[in-house]
């Protein structure tokens, strides 16, 4: 942290994020004001670094954070000062928050009169850490392959031309020319007891390409099959293919959990801590 400042809108930020994230919450819309000014009973007026309030059951909450952006312990001197402060301002609930911590003495004082101390810090490398020094997980690298579906070029099918004389008008003398879309060109396998297009058979060769890429061919001789396409119903001996299969494309995916870390609340008078990641939240994170 820079100052003071940019302390408070850091605390602000992750405090606000809890208060969204709480249900009772959800329809009051509570804001978290920085340098809010009130008036004591004596008519002193008092700045707070952060507060907010909300009414439940009829009755209104109110809460003040004072933030010490500190590279030491916060001393008894800094807690005394706050006690002064709220003391002539009633139903106030005070909290201090610091990124390092408290002396003994400081923390003593803050219980007994019911304060809260918070240390709300960014990570640390102990954060990716269980209560036993196991480490968590803080990065997951994949590496996502995508395999393109083979693209058949050519298609080539023997047809049975003593069969079509004999059951067809075509004239065998003649090269048989048919065209359509691959999902047209249907195969028909009597022994089988199936019946599939061109579009089909293009996803299954990748598994006759044996480790192969690029311009590869395949065939396949039938006992009793039917080449279907165009309103014609031939029987076919075999088929010979061409296709194109292209290498995987691999795409690496890096997830790095810790650049979604916002930052760490501990909550020293419940020995527990909360983690706010940018798209959620944490409750008792170690």
């Not at 008092?46 to 009414?55: I, N």
């Not at 030491?72 to 001197?77: A, D, H, L, T």
């Not at 003994?104 to 102990?126: C, F, P, Y």
């Not at 392959?145 to 070029?153: A, E, F, N, V, Y």
């Amino acid at each position: 942290m820079s100052d003071g400042k940019d302390y408070e809108q850091f605390v602000k930020s992750l405090q606000q994020a809890l208060l969204d994230s709480e249900k009772f919450s959800e329809q009051k819309n509570i804001e978290i004001e920085i340098n809010k000014k009130i008036l004591d009973n004596f008519g002193i007026e008092r700045e707070f670094d952060l507060y907010w309030e909300y009414e439940l059951a009829g009755v209104t909450y109110k809460t003040v954070i004072e933030c010490k952006d500190y590279a030491s312990r916060v001393s008894i001197e800094k807690i005394d000062a706050l006690i002064g402060k709220i003391r002539d301002i009633p139903d106030l609930k005070p909290v201090f928050a610091t990124k390092t911590g408290y002396q003994s003495g400081a923390e003593t004082k803050a219980k007994a009169n019911r304060m809260d101390l918070l240390i709300v810090r960014k990570q640390r490398d102990d954060d990716w850490e269980d209560k036993d020094g196991n480490p968590l997980i803080r990065e997951i690298n994949i590496e996502m392959q995508i395999l393109p579906c083979p693209r058949i070029t050519n298609f080539r099918p023997r047809i049975d031309g003593n069969w079509a004389k004999e059951n067809t008008n075509l004239n065998t003398s003649s090269q048989l020319i048919s065209s359509g879309m691959n999902n047209e060109i249907f195969i028909e396998d009597v022994v089988k007891n199936v019946t599939y297009s061109l579009y089909d058979l293009a996803s299954r060769l990748d598994s006759e390409a044996n480790g192969e890429y690029g311009d590869l061919t395949h065939s396949e001789t039938f006992q009793e099959a039917y080449l279907i396409n165009n309103g014609l119903r031939l029987k076919m001996l075999s088929y010979e293919v061409d296709f194109f299969l292209q290498k995987p494309i691999i795409n690496p995916v890096n997830i790095d959990l810790s650049k979604e870390l916002v930052g760490v609340i501990e909550y020293l008078h419940k020995g527990s801590s909360t983690a706010i990641f940018k798209d959620r939240i944490i409750k008792d994170w170690k």
